[in-house]
């Protein structure tokens, strides 16, 4: 139930892109679309949980968590309190300082116009008395029907083949035999389809970009990766979530101790192709892929 949910969007154009923000509610994009596309991200206000704060909206789209996730934290209401202010190549939508952990949210938004491109700086700030252990995590939510690209082989797998060097997470409830995963030797693939129960995937992956291919548009978000950095969820840098409804492509942060007035961030870069093929996919994969 929307429960008098009420959002209001705007647009962003750059070149062949299009880009829906929130104006009231978040930080979320809502919107994006390529070339004429429809809005590739999944689009889910009926959808909501309860918690000790008030009802929790996923909404949809683009958002900015911090991991790891627990209940209530992870789902504090974003519905209102949303500031935004105007960048020379963009916007800056600024959260209110959320109940619990004290913690403010930040998206910048930059647009590359020439290249339809767009850079996210993700922030967050502490502004609680206690120090807080997180890290910045990404969720982008896409509408069903595609297919989920992680990479997952180390490139210098050369230097010691003695050692593993390729580990997965599963979560409690993901099924091994998922119909919706497949491997290959260099990529995890999850197709988005619907009518099945949750299944969620993660591993660290040293080059730092996950995609997904849909409607004729391949869609990459880039990501930089930290080899000594402490990640969560079992050293996970990549995650993939996929239910009945959406499909989720996740980057994260490696964690941090934030004392009062700290601040930590998480930048993404999504660049757009009409077609899979591409240098980062080889021939023999995106034949695999079909």
């Known amino acids: 139930m929307n429960d008098g949910l009420v959002l209001s ?11 829906d923000y ?9 919107g994006l679309r390529y070339n004429g596309s429809a809005n590739l991200l999944a689009s889910v206000p009926e959808i909501s949980i309860p918690t000790p704060y008030g009802d929790y909206h996923y909404i949809g789209g683009h958002r900015l968590w911090y991991a790891p996730e627990a209940m209530p934290r ?20 600024q959260s209110k300082q959320e109940s619990g952990a004290k913690i403010r949210k930040i998206i910048e938004i930059h647009l590359n116009p020439d290249l339809s491109q767009v850079s996210l700086k993700h922030i967050l700030i502490k502004e609680g008395l206690w120090d807080v252990e997180l890290a910045p995590w990404t969720i982008t939510m896409f509408k069903l029907g595609g297919v989920a690209i992680l990479p997952f082989q180390s490139e210098d797998v050369a230097i010691n083949d003695l050692l593993p060097n390729r ?3 599963l979560w409690s409830y993901s099924k091994i035999n998922d119909p919706r995963l497949r491997f290959n030797d260099d990529f995890i693939f999850v197709s988005a389809k619907s009518e099945l129960p949750m299944f969620k995937i993660g591993a660290f992956n040293p080059r730092g970009w996950i995609a997904y291919w849909s409607e004729g548009v391949l869609f990459r978000k880039n990501f930089n990766v930290q080899t000594d950095g402490a990640y969560p969820d079992n050293g ?3 995650e993939i ?6 499909i989720e492509l996740e980057s994260l942060a490696p964690l941090d101790k934030l004392a009062a007035g700290g601040s930590v961030s998480h930048t993404e870069n999504w660049e757009f192709y009409d077609s899979l093929e591409q240098d980062f996919l080889p021939e023999k994969t995106i034949r695999w892929m079909q």
Request: hydrophobic share 40%; with cysteine.
């Open 22 to 30: 929130l104006e009231n509610a978040g930080p979320r994009i809502v």
């Open 167 to 169: 580990h997965i997470s």
């Open 9 to 19: 969007a705007h647009t962003l154009v750059a070149g062949l892109l299009e880009l």
């Open 74 to 93: 992870s789902y504090i209401p974003d519905s209102d309190g949303l500031k935004v202010s105007e960048l020379p190549d963009g916007l800056l939508l």
């Open 236 to 238: 996970c840098n990549a």
């Open 241 to 246: 979530y996929c239910d009945e409804h959406f």
